[in-house]
């Protein structure tokens, strides 16, 4: 596997399931970011993982719970969503440092809250 | 508040024409700067980067940047309906923080 992967593809879960996003990157890279996409909407900026440590978290409500056990490795717990949550979830990932970083995403999750 | 703005379009060119696409940002101390395109349902996918004020070509891609004016376009040249796309910007500080725009929508007709 080349890049940054992400499980599962599409999602649909009920307001009271517990479910979980993973997301895996072959690049190398020491930082790793969870993004939201919805329509019509800027790609908000959920979660920022910096070798292996949560270095930012955008007023994320706590029914999302990021987890990042390595550089390579970024999962996002989701628990008691709610329908507005529905939306594509990216993540991405970069080598920080100098001026030259730069993010590449993943295929992402299409996540539907019923 | 750090904001980037990209007119949402949608814009429509022949194909073979120049598609314009510009991209403002409010944040001076601003560094870095992307253009991604993304095809409807899929992830972004990095176009060009840019660094300094200019231009920097590749291939039928040129990206121009003007930090006194705090402006960014990209410019595709001999468009094909293939570039029918989202066309994001993201701009970035010293930090690793990326600020994406809404995207502009950019249909080729053949």
């Known amino acids: 596997e080349t890049g940054v992967t992400q499980t599962p593809r599409h999602l649909v879960m009920g307001m009271t399931n517990k479910k979980s996003l993973k997301c895996e990157q072959h690049l190398g890279h020491n930082a790793m970011y969870w993004y939201k996409q919805s329509a019509k909407k800027p790609l908000e900026l959920m979660f920022v993982?910096?070798?292996?440590?949560?270095?930012e978290n955008n007023s994320v409500p706590s029914r999302f719970s990021p987890e990042c056990p390595n550089s390579s490795h970024l999962f996002l717990h989701l628990h008691t969503l709610q329908p507005e949550d529905s939306a594509l979830y990216l993540c991405?990932?970069?080598?920080?440092?100098?001026?030259?970083?730069?993010?590449?995403f993943g295929p992402g999750t299409r996540l539907t809250v019923l | 508040q750090k904001e980037v703005e990209q007119n949402s379009g949608p814009l429509s060119v022949p194909e073979g024409a120049i598609a314009s696409l510009n991209c403002t940002y409010s944040d001076r101390v601003s560094q870095s700067f992307f253009w991604y395109r993304q095809y409807s349902g899929k992830s972004p996918e990095l176009i060009m980067s840019i660094y300094s004020n200019g231009d920097k070509e590749d291939g039928r891609f040129t990206a121009q940047l003007n930090k006194a004016s705090q402006y960014v376009s990209l410019l595709i040249r001999d468009s094909q309906p293939s570039d029918s796309a989202t066309y994001l910007c993201?701009?970035?500080?010293?930090?690793?923080?990326?600020?994406f725009g809404t995207g502009t929508s950019l249909t080729v007709i053949p």
């Open positions: 993201a701009v970035a500080n010293t930090g690793n923080q990326f600020y």
């Open positions: 993982y910096n070798f292996k440590e949560q270095t």
């Open positions: 991405a990932s970069s080598q920080v440092g100098g001026l030259r970083d730069t993010q590449y």
